[in-house]
């Protein structure tokens, strides 16, 4: 069984920080990159940032690049995600999961969601 367990939300006023983490247990994801996704109030669940498993590779949704970063630690199967310059706009859970490339789209590889973490960005 897969658990995910995200922290590192809260309230920040625009132009701010957070930095996220996503804790892994149940099983090896040896084989998967791992991925950040976020659903807004009244909105469906996007992709946001993936991570290969060599860290060699990372992935973004536009509207993040250049103000997130995705990283991970393998020995504590951990994924990160630092967020800088926040806009209201990104007020949203945020969840991770381990996941997979199709078409040019992310999807979750594992099917398993955790419980996400709100993060609330003021104006």
């Known amino acids: 069984q897969v658990q995910l367990v995200e922290s590192g939300g809260g309230l920040v006023q625009a132009g701010g920080s957070l930095r996220l983490s996503c804790a892994a247990s149940g099983r090896t994801f040896s084989s998967n990159a791992m991925g950040w996704f976020r659903r807004a109030p009244g909105k469906e669940r996007e992709f946001v940032a993936a991570i290969s498993w060599s860290g060699a590779n990372k992935y973004y949704v536009d509207s993040v690049k250049g103000r997130f970063t995705i990283s991970g630690d393998n020995a504590k199967n951990t994924v990160y995600l630092q967020m800088n310059s926040l806009k209201p706009e990104d007020t949203a859970v945020y969840y991770c999961?381990?996941?997979?490339?199709?078409?040019?789209?992310?999807?979750?590889?594992?099917?398993?969601w955790g419980q996400g973490t709100l993060v609330t960005v003021s104006s």
């Open positions: 999961a381990a996941v997979q490339s199709r078409g040019g789209m992310w999807y979750n590889a594992l099917d398993a």
